[in-house]
């Protein structure tokens, strides 16, 4: 399967001054509730639209930088008939700036994260399910 998508727009980076951390800073970063809040709700509200339909490989649930922080990612969800494994290939601009990555779990429900998405394109996304007799599905 393969999907196409474009990331439009993103918002501007941030600059920020590199400097080490120390621990109370690392303590103060991972301790942030309100952080975690944030995401959990997310995902709830992620999970919730995705309960609400019937997703498969031919058609999955999309949704472009899931959680506000990661703007050229994607989350793809989606349920096979058996238990698969999920290869996925993220076409670059290039050969060399493709990205391949194999799942090695044999899995129903698929929680698939999209990285290396450029702005401003057609992304091109191939999904490649794999059942336990090596057939495989693209």
């Not at 920020?16 to 509730?33: C, Q, Y």
């Not at 959680?67 to 989606?78: H, K, N, Q």
Request: glycine share 4%; hydrophobic share 40%.
């Amino acid at each position: 399967v393969i999907l196409c998508f474009a990331v439009t727009s993103i918002c501007p980076a941030t600059a920020f001054a590199a400097k080490p951390l120390n621990d109370a800073a690392i303590v103060e970063t991972f301790s942030n509730r309100d952080k975690i809040d944030h995401q959990w709700a997310k995902e709830q509200a992620l999970l919730q639209q995705y309960d609400q339909g019937q997703y498969t490989i031919q058609s999955p649930f999309v949704v472009l930088d899931p959680f506000g922080i990661t703007p050229l990612s994607a989350l793809v969800m989606f349920e096979t008939p058996q238990n698969t494994r999920i290869s996925i290939e993220v076409k670059g601009k290039s050969e060399g700036s493709t990205i391949r990555y194999d799942f090695k779990e044999m899995q129903r429900h698929h929680e698939i994260p999209v990285y290396g998405l450029y702005e401003n394109y057609s992304n091109c996304v191939i999904f490649t399910a794999i059942d336990q007799w090596g057939n495989r599905t693209t």
